[in-house]
């Protein structure tokens, strides 16, 4: 058995952490259970922010665990950490990754912070992923056991010092499993419905978010192919690259549908073309990535990885060829289709996330 450790565990009132909690301290450690309070829907956004009925099961299951339980407020973090990183992000163009910046600068950034301040040896989430100790000590992190439901493209921005005070007690169990540890313990989020949305805010669409903060800037909608205009938009921040759906005008085309493939900021132009494999800008073979960041020891020569261009793509073959600087260019096997800028490459080695880049 591993050694006692005193760890705290972010409980978001979903079952997943629950469990987390569940298990660690079935496993005989110091186990504290935390709701990190981020967002509470002050400015009215349309949609569901339920963070009283989170608050409610998360102190439920510390209770039924026979854990501590405390509320931690991060609002103000939160807001500038992760909201204003994704407003200034879709203003400039970007299609940001809250979730992944959730988890880098909130729950393994400022959290962690608070609780080493208070005492705490790790920092456990209810993550589908694993760390894996090397023969020297070092943690690495590997995707989680369950391929239908692994979080380590989520993780992949993690910084080494995050990683080493990092727990995953559920990262080894696939879901009906989990689920089945809940009922059995007679948790009271065994059959809660898994959280969809923005980090932390609730299922709010990101449209009506956008909407309420983020001021319209209506542009021409533009075929790519032959440069005629075809509609208009309200602001370019409600497309990313490779969008179907919602852009406003019919393809007048039997069986052909539209879809973004670039931005035009001189004249707010949103440019679209019929989805097909020759549609210019939508697939590419070879990307720029910045603001690289590492699990580990960098990696610093060019050298075959594998990558996840988004979360739930299927790991792709590339080539990685690192600039110096910070950037890399990465050349693709078979070209990817949709790299919207703003979003984030995680790199594998196997199943090693070895760090993460941001497409430029």
């Known amino acids: 058995m591993p050694a006692r450790e005193r760890i705290l565990v972010a409980?978001?009132?979903?079952?997943?952490?629950?469990?987390?909690?569940?298990?660690?301290?079935?496993?005989?450690?110091?186990?504290?259970?935390?709701?990190?309070k981020n967002w509470i829907n002050e400015d009215g956004v349309i949609g569901d922010c339920p963070w009283q009925e989170d608050i409610a099961d998360a102190r439920?299951?510390?209770?039924?665990?026979?854990?501590?339980?405390?509320?931690?407020?991060?609002?103000?973090?939160?807001r500038e950490k992760v909201v204003d990183y994704l407003l200034s992000g879709y203003q400039a163009g970007l299609t940001p990754n809250p979730d992944i910046m959730c988890n880098r600068e909130i729950k393994f950034g400022v959290f962690r912070a608070w609780a080493r301040a208070?005492?705490?040896?790790?920092?456990?989430?209810?993550?589908y992923a694993r760390r894996v100790l090397s023969e020297g000590?070092?943690?690495?992190?590997?995707?989680?056991a369950d391929p239908n439901k692994d979080q380590s493209y989520f993780l992949a921005l993690l910084q080494p010092g995050q990683l080493q005070d990092a727990?995953?007690?559920?990262?080894?169990?696939?879901?009906?499993?989990?689920?089945?540890?809940?009922?059995?313990?007679?948790?009271?989020?065994?059959?809660?419905?898994?959280?969809?949305?923005?980090c932390f805010i609730g299922a709010v669409k990101m449209g009506d978010f956008l909407r309420a903060y983020v001021p319209d800037r209506p542009g021409p909608i533009v075929h790519a192919g032959d440069g005629r205009e075809l509609g208009r938009h309200r602001g370019l921040h409600y497309f990313?690259?490779?969008?179907?759906?919602?852009?406003?005008?019919?393809?007048?085309?039997?069986?052909?549908?539209?879809?973004?493939?670039?931005?035009?900021?001189?004249?707010?132009?949103?440019?679209?073309?019929?989805?097909r494999p020759g549609?210019?800008?939508?697939?590419?073979?070879?990307?720029?990535?910045?603001?690289?960041?590492?699990?580990?020891?960098p990696v610093t020569a060019a050298r075959p990885l594998?990558?996840?261009?988004?979360?739930?793509?299927?790991?792709?073959?590339?080539?990685?060829?690192?600039?110096?600087?910070?950037?890399?260019?990465?050349?693709?096997?078979?070209?990817?289709?949709?790299?919207?800028?703003?979003?984030?490459?995680?790199l594998y080695d196997g199943t090693r996330v070895l760090g993460g880049g941001i497409y430029g």
């Open 167 to 198: 727990r995953f007690p559920v990262g080894d169990l696939h879901k009906p499993e989990l689920r089945r540890i809940a009922r059995e313990a007679g948790l009271c989020t065994a059959d809660k419905k898994d959280s969809q949305g923005i």
């Open 118 to 127: 208070q005492g705490y040896g790790a920092l456990a989430t209810g993550h």
């Open 11 to 36: 409980l978001s009132g979903g079952v997943d952490s629950s469990v987390a909690a569940l298990l660690l301290h079935r496993a005989g450690h110091d186990v504290t259970g935390a709701y990190m």
């Open 60 to 78: 439920r299951v510390a209770e039924q665990i026979g854990i501590p339980f405390e509320v931690v407020n991060l609002m103000r973090d939160y």
């Open 279 to 297: 549609a210019p800008g939508l697939f590419q073979s070879e990307v720029t990535v910045h603001s690289l960041s590492w699990t580990g020891e």
């Open 306 to 346: 594998e990558g996840r261009v988004r979360y739930r793509d299927p790991r792709v073959a590339l080539t990685f060829e690192p600039h110096g600087d910070g950037s890399a260019r990465i050349r693709f096997a078979e070209p990817q289709r949709a790299l919207a800028a703003g979003q984030v490459l995680a």
């Open 240 to 275: 990313t690259l490779g969008q179907r759906k919602g852009i406003g005008v019919p393809s007048n085309a039997d069986h052909e549908a539209y879809v973004v493939v670039g931005k035009r900021a001189a004249d707010q132009a949103l440019l679209v073309a019929f989805d």
């Open 137 to 144: 000590g070092t943690a690495e992190l590997h995707e989680g």
